[in-house]
């Protein structure tokens, strides 16, 4: 069946409780640490010992934070889900627990609200995560997307503990999910403006990065092998809004300054090439570009070695220096500039 002749039932069809339903059979009621999830006025958890409970909440609005011309109902499932573990993993805890609110307009049909949650679930099983509730409703113009998740934490690791003479890590690569972005939206308006009835470009040239943009995946692997090498950073956050406001926020909150470089900055050969194909200065999207959803975090220097034998997929940036050092890059010609 094409795109266009994909059945569409109202919502209202089988109404509010006939869709909790069908979400509800998508997922266990009961499962580890769940004595009760969705059915009840609450979900009843089972009791913590020893470790922190850590809960995150984010909201989603459709036009703004996402666009469903471009955006399969199931891809988004995924990314809410990514989203929201990534806060959690970003203070060195274990995602458990999940909670989707939706509001939701009148052009969103039972089907796209079932491969909404085939997403979700596919986030779910890919994080140890469990879905244990959330809440229904109606919107008027945009549809919103608002996610809980509640995990644990033996050691929580917070942004202020970053320590002048510590090494600046970062994971995976920068700016392709802001660069896939850019593809997208330069596609949505080629279409628009071309009268074809059916959205279909051809990304293929573009695999990597649009896939970051519409499925990022959060860094449990590189939490996992922290604790595998007994270490814990003095400081974490995950990149989702960009690395300069990011490290900004990092090292206002340690009262620290740094240095990173620009050679050492991670980047995909296809973020490159694309940046190319769309006549951008790739440091906008390696710097000032959001949503890679990869981690960044401090580590004594001797640690880095260590973590290095662990895990792979991680480079030293820069270093921690002292507040009044301010937070610079070298660039690569050698020139010091302040970022902000
Ligand atoms: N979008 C959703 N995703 C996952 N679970 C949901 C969703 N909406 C509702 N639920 C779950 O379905 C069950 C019934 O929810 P519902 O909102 O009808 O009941 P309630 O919250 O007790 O009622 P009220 O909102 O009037 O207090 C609850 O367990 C709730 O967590
Ligand atoms: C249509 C459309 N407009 C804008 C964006 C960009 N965007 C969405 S969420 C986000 C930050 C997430 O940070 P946090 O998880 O901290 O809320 C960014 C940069 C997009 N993907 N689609
Ligand atoms: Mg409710």
């Not at 998740?149 to 917070?158: K, L, S």
């Not at 596609?187 to 051809?202: C, N």
Request: proline share 4%; charged share 25%; aromatic share 8%.
């Amino acid at each position: 069946m094409s795109k266009t002749e994909q059945t569409f039932t109202p919502i209202e069809k089988i109404g509010r409780k006939g869709l909790i339903q069908k979400i509800a059979e998508k997922f266990d009621r009961h499962g580890e640490g769940m004595v009760y999830g969705i059915g009840d006025d609450a979900a009843v958890l089972g009791q913590l010992s020893g470790s922190h409970p850590l809960i995150s909440t984010e909201i989603y609005s459709e036009g703004v934070d996402f666009d469903l011309t471009y955006t399969p109902w199931q891809h988004l499932g995924l990314k809410v889900v990514s989203m929201a573990v990534s806060d959690i993993i970003a203070m060195n805890g274990k995602p458990k627990f999940l909670f989707l609110n939706l509001s939701l307009t009148n052009k969103v049909s039972v089907e796209m609200v079932e491969l909404f949650y085939s997403g979700v679930k596919h986030g779910c099983d890919l994080y140890g995560v469990q879905l244990a509730g959330g809440d229904l409703g109606a919107a008027h113009k945009a549809s919103t997307v608002a996610v809980t998740v509640v995990g644990t934490a033996d050691t929580p690791v917070y942004r202020s503990g970053a320590k002048a003479g510590d090494a600046i890590c970062v994971t995976g690569d920068l700016g392709a999910a802001s660069c896939g972005l850019m593809v997208l939206l330069r596609e949505k308006r080629h279409f628009e403006t071309s009268g074809q009835l059916v959205f279909e470009p051809d990304l293929t040239p573009f695999e990597y990065v649009v896939r970051k943009q519409l499925v990022p995946e959060a860094r449990a692997d590189c939490i996992d092998a922290m604790k595998i090498a007994g270490i814990v950073p003095t400081s974490m956050s995950d990149v989702s809004k960009s690395l300069v406001s990011t490290l900004v926020e990092m090292m206002e909150s340690s009262k620290s300054g740094c240095r990173i470089y620009e050679a050492a900055l991670p980047v995909h050969p296809e973020t490159r090439q694309t940046a190319d194909d769309l006549e951008k200065d790739i440091d906008t999207f390696v710097l000032y570009g959001g949503e890679d959803f990869e981690l960044l975090f401090t580590l004594p220097e001797k640690d880095v070695k260590a973590f290095a034998e662990q895990f792979k997929d991680f480079v030293v940036i820069g270093k921690v220096e002292p507040q009044a050092h301010g937070i610079k890059m070298q660039t690569a010609e050698g020139h010091e500039m302040t970022l902000t």
